[in-house]
């Protein structure tokens, strides 16, 4: 459950934000304090209430995981740091063919390729430091545990065929197998439902932090922002940005390879 809102728009908002994320609303210091002892009373109040009478909170709007929406940022912007990578690689290859078919002097390519090269070694080095704030995404889980018992049932019908096990044994085996394959195949199903809702959420969020861009520009150019504030809060809204475009791009790739 969102543990705080912004008073204007009513989306949810983080005690470390100074500026609403939806709408550029200034968010008072005293507002999460004030949260804080509005939820102790609810919870006073709750505890008092028949069971029957508890708040449906079904109807409440998405909320993004955030943990997943980082994970596909991470594999979104690691594709195109591997990709940037193989086009470095390529560059150099075509660059020393070329030298050594005598189409270009090898003084003429070597600045180029120390260049492409301290390139590659910088992205390599980008590479890791993302890759280390990788997390699992649930349904590639699932899939992969869909897959490695589809070559269990693929192994096991083999060792029918060859007759080195009891007809009990593969009777027994093949039913797991297809057990774990059946429940994996509903669970990647009630995940894309999911990916499909976070796919509508992300789109309309990112255009709100978009919005927001035009709104922090707005402030800082009337006075209500310094330079400072507005430097400060830009960079940190468009690096936001930069990881829900690739955690987009990424969610919309996985769900057309899954349909």
Not at 13 to 37: E, H, I, M, Y
Request: one cysteine or more; hydrophobic letters at 30%.
């Amino acid at each position: 459950m969102v543990e705080y809102r912004c008073p204007v728009c009513s989306k949810p908002v983080l005690p470390n934000f100074t500026f609403c994320k939806s709408c550029g609303a200034r968010l008072s210091k005293d507002l999460f304090q004030k949260r804080k002892t509005s939820q102790a009373r609810k919870e006073m109040h709750s505890s008092s209430m028949s069971p029957g009478s508890e708040v449906d909170e079904s109807a409440e709007e998405i909320v993004l995981d955030q943990e997943i929406v980082h994970a596909l940022s991470i594999k979104g912007r690691l594709i195109v740091i591997d990709q940037e990578m193989e086009e470095i690689l390529e560059e150099i290859e075509n660059l020393e063919e070329r030298v050594k078919v005598g189409l270009i002097p090898k003084e003429d390519a070597k600045e180029r390729v120390t260049e492409l090269n301290r390139r590659f070694v910088e992205i390599r080095l980008d590479k890791k430091k993302i890759a280390k704030g990788s997390a699992q995404i649930p349904i590639f889980e699932l899939m992969k545990k869909k897959d490695d018992s589809e070559d269990h049932l693929l192994k096991l019908e083999g060792l029918k065929k060859d007759k080195s096990i009891s007809q009990k044994t593969y009777e027994k085996m093949k039913d797991e197998y297809k057990a774990t394959i059946s429940d994996s195949e509903k669970h990647i199903t009630t995940e894309i439902i999911k990916m499909e809702r976070w796919k509508d959420q992300l789109k309309k969020e990112l255009g709100e932090k978009r919005e927001l861009l035009e709104t922090l520009f707005v402030r800082k150019s009337t006075g209500e922002l310094s330079e400072k504030e507005y430097n400060e809060e830009k960079e940190e809204l468009s690096e936001e940005i930069k990881n829900w475009e690739a955690a987009y791009e990424e969610l919309k790739k996985t769900l057309r390879k899954l349909k």
